[in-house]
Every structure is written in structure tokens, then in C-alpha cells.
């Protein structure tokens, strides 16, 4: 069984792996700066950033995703 740290790291490669694909032409980057505030906690508050792909939450969209561009919810299919 995975602990919570290693369980954090899946998610985070998992993430990864599935947003290496190039974002639109019309998302706005995150400012990496920003990153070391926000807490990347693994609460489900899902988001749908400007590339298509549903984040966990905010935090993730931002820091993972490198995008500030994102709507509430799910993204659709």
C-alpha cells in the first residue's frame, strides 16, 4: 500500500504525464512564483482548465498545469 506521500507523487506524475500536451494559443501561464504559496493539497474541488484537461483542484491547474486559465467543474468530454 501506497502512502500519502507516494500516493501525492502518482498524482502529480499522473498530471503530468497527461497535460504534456501543448496548451491553446489562448491560455494564460501561471506565474511560477505564485506555486510556493499555494498549498497542493488533495482535496477533490475539480476545475477545468483552457487545455481540456479536469484538474483536482486550483492549486494543481496552476502549479502542475502551469496554466491561470480554468473554470469550475469538470471539463466535459
Not at 494559443?25 to 476545475?47: F, G, K, M, R
Amino acid at each position: 500500500m501506497l502512502n500519502r506521500s507516494q500516493m501525492k507523487k502518482l498524482i502529480i506524475l499522473a498530471i503530468i504525464a497527461m497535460t504534456s500536451f501543448a496548451c491553446e494559443q489562448d491560455c494564460e501561464t501561471a506565474i511560477p512564483e505564485i506555486c510556493d504559496l499555494i498549498d497542493l493539497s488533495l482535496e477533490y474541488n475539480p476545475v477545468c482548465g483552457c487545455d481540456g484537461v479536469t484538474y483536482i483542484n486550483s492549486g494543481y491547474a496552476v502549479c502542475i498545469g502551469g496554466i491561470s486559465d480554468y473554470v469550475d467543474g469538470e471539463c466535459s468530454e
